[in-house]
């Protein structure tokens, strides 16, 4: 059983829906991430909360709204999203968000936009 | 250029073979590096920690060059089990950065 739960684990929407991914950690954790998988790309770092703060931004487009309500809990709000959108999204955390701690990853939420 | 970089493969190898895998960053200000393992349609899991002085756990060795800015892997005694898709990832405080991965695929 991971320490990282992600729902909804697929999830299809159309481009004028909103919807939220959600992710909780039972680690004890004090940072949270949130990647984004496509094929055959890297992975890519989306946001970075340490402390409920965020930290990190990597220019993501404001249709992306992460919200971090405590240690344990985040959620990527979803909103007019585009067909190039759909993906693998992966939350993750570590123990404190230093520069020497693994990275424990949730199993993923698959999105298709339509 | 891609800030962490790596052959994707793919490598299809034979029960018991040696395998090496590379990787190399581009920001010299990186602070730890890590192999992680993605098995098909899951999340990546930690595979091991490169240190300086390179380390091995069990078939498994890692190198770090940090003036070549270069990391390797190396797989000795290739199991079917160890198929699977093999992520650099280079950490600069909060910011982990992944290559795109290097698919394995080992044949009896």
């Known amino acids: 059983e991971t320490g990282v739960t992600q729902t909804p684990r697929h999830l299809v929407m159309g481009m004028t829906n909103k919807k939220s991914l959600k992710c909780e950690q039972h680690?004890?954790?004090?940072?949270m991430y949130w990647y984004k998988q496509s094929a055959k790309k890297p992975l890519e770092l989306m946001f970075v909360y340490n402390f409920k703060e965020q930290t990190e931004n990597n220019s993501v487009p404001s249709r992306f709204s992460p919200e971090c309500p405590n240690s344990s809990h985040l959620f990527l709000h979803l909103h007019t999203l585009q067909p190039e959108d759909s993906a693998l999204y992966l939350c993750?955390?570590?123990?404190?968000?230093?520069?020497?701690?693994?990275?424990?990853f949730g199993e993923g939420s698959r999105l298709t936009v339509l | 250029r891609k800030e962490v970089e790596q052959d994707p493969g793919p490598f299809n190898v034979p029960e018991g073979a040696t395998v090496a895998f590379n990787c190399t960053y581009s920001?010299?200000?990186?602070?730890?590096f890590f192999w992680y393992r993605q098995d098909c349609r899951k999340e990546p899991k930690l595979l091991m920690s490169v240190y300086s002085s390179g380390n091995e756990d069990g078939r498994f060795t890692a190198q770090l060059n940090r003036a070549s800015q270069y990391i390797s892997l190396l797989i000795r005694d290739s199991k079917l089990s160890d198929s699977a898709t093999y992520l650099c990832?280079?950490?600069?405080?909060?910011?982990?950065?992944f290559g795109a991965g290097t698919r394995l695929t080992v044949k009896p």
């Open positions: 990832a280079v950490n600069n405080y909060n910011d982990m950065r």
């Open positions: 680690l004890g954790h004090n940072a």
């Open positions: 993750a955390s570590s123990p404190s968000g230093s520069n020497t701690g693994e990275l424990f």
């Open positions: 920001n010299s200000a990186s602070q730890s």
